[in-house]
Nanobody, 127 residues
């Protein structure tokens, strides 16, 4: 079974940077993808970024393109989200998610495409 643990969140000011980490355990498949989502209380979970597990292709939400970078380190069994030029609207709980099946790339923007989720890490950006 796959387990995900996020870390790296915190409180920062607008314009600052943070790097979120997702420790992955129990994953034996080289297919599928890892994704980052975020959620504000009272709103639906929002897609942020995805990196394919078997490749280096990535996808980003329009709201974070040019500011966020998703990456993975197979040796450390970790997935990262580098967040630069943070804005107050980036404030949310950030979740790491796992999908084992290959599927269609277009489906990876949907929450339903992922089967395992971490507990989340809080990111707060003040003006």
């Amino acid at each position: 079974q796959v387990q995900l643990v996020e870390s790296g969140g915190g409180s920062v000011q607008a314009g600052d940077s943070l790097r979120l980490s997702c420790a992955v355990s129990g994953r034996t498949s080289s297919t599928g993808a890892m994704g980052w989502f975020r959620q504000v209380p009272g709103k639906e979970r929002e897609f942020v970024a995805t990196v394919f597990w078997g490749g280096k292709s990535t996808m980003y939400a329009d709201s974070v393109k040019g500011r966020f970078t998703i990456s993975r380190d197979n040796a450390k069994n970790s997935v990262y989200l580098q967040m630069n030029s943070l804005k107050p609207e980036d404030t949310a709980i950030y979740y790491c998610a796992d999908r084992r099946a290959p599927g269609l790339p277009s489906a990876l923007r949907q929450e339903s495409a992922y089967t395992t989720w971490g507990q989340g890490t809080q990111v707060t950006v003040s003006s």
